[in-house]
């Protein structure tokens, strides 16, 4: 009896003690909340509503509904192939392959694309490619994800990351990966129309393979989307990174835009947007987000800088965070476990200009679309002690044009949204 007392007496503190941990919520990349999307079945919707019985896409995930008016003489087609989650067998897809919430925005985008061609049939193009109709002359874009984790929030329903053999590109995508890679590339499509490209997306976050794209898959027709991956991992003329989406966006308002356009913001005499520097984040043994914290010694008198460990906001972090970084001109968004932070596009969204400390990483898009350094403020790590130093030299004119750079050519273009994003990446296609 008094055994049984203390059994539940010690899984009421456990439970307390769980309780406690997770409902402190720090702004840590890990536990950033992501609205998962919920799983329908559009594709019965699309074909009850379309009088076609040609469309074919199995992924029981994306929405197709708003996409109904390819044109067939476009120049372009955008097209899935049935491998992964588009697999026919969608209990052996959802089963095996694991996506992250980021490919299936991008997924999402790309269906909605005006130019995505949901009539083209992957399989029927591999068994027969007499029933399918081949454009020498069109630019096919052929989209896969190769999917290696997802985020920790996501929907649980579709399991996490399936270690098995019938996984190929589960983790390391060397290989059997690389032979369904050649499948493709030897694929009737590819082979007729020779400007068709395979975009591979990494969205990961822990970059790619550093052998994948030099030892195991060479071809310049296949193009590797990757968030977090550092310069030697991707080949140069056709690769190119990707970002991660804002977890937490800042909208900022017509009079905040406007302050953008002005430089009103811009000048000492107003103070709409006070803070200089503004750092918000947590320490990472081995990251350079420890050498931000010792900062605050450097910051001259009536210098606004904001310099916060996560810690010390255990009440409204989230609103705390966002408050500041709309409200700052220039913002720390250093790596954390993986390159790619998830900061970069916070403080685009808020309109301010990322300060980078993150050593070769490979930033989104191709230079000639996004030309970063017209936006951001790139740091080596070993200098991030100089970091307020580098960021005073930069004038005010000079300062103003790049914010209304990072917020009006970059981020509105080609960072707001899966749609922007895919308008960048479609874009960096032809700016080779
Ligand atoms: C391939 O498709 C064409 C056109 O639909 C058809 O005429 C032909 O018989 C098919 N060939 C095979 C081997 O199934
Ligand atoms: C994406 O962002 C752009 C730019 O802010 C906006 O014009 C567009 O409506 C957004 N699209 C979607 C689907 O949210």
Redesign the pocket.
Known sequence: MKFERTQRFSLLLFALVVWLCYSRAPVSDASRGITPVSSKQPQERLLSSSSSASWRINDQTLDLLPKLDHDKNSKRSLILTDIGWNNPDQSYALRWFTRSIRTRELLQAFVRHPDFDATFVWSDMM??A??VEIDPQKEYVVFMDIERTFESNADKKFGRVVKSKDNPCQRLPLGTCRDLVSGILDSPLFQLAKKSTLFLMDCSGGGLHPQYRHDFETSTQVSVLSVGSVAGQLQDKSDMGLPHAAVYPIYLSDGEEQDIRSCESDKTTTNSRPHFFTWIGDGRIGSPRGGLFTLRKDARDGEDVVIMHDNEYKKDLLSTYKGHVRKSLFVATPRGMDHSPYRFTEALSAGAIPVVHSDGWVLPFRKKVVDWSKCAVIIPEAKVDKTLQILRSISQQQRCRMRQHCYFEIYQKYMANATANLEGILESLRAI
């Open positions: 068994t027969n007499s029933q």
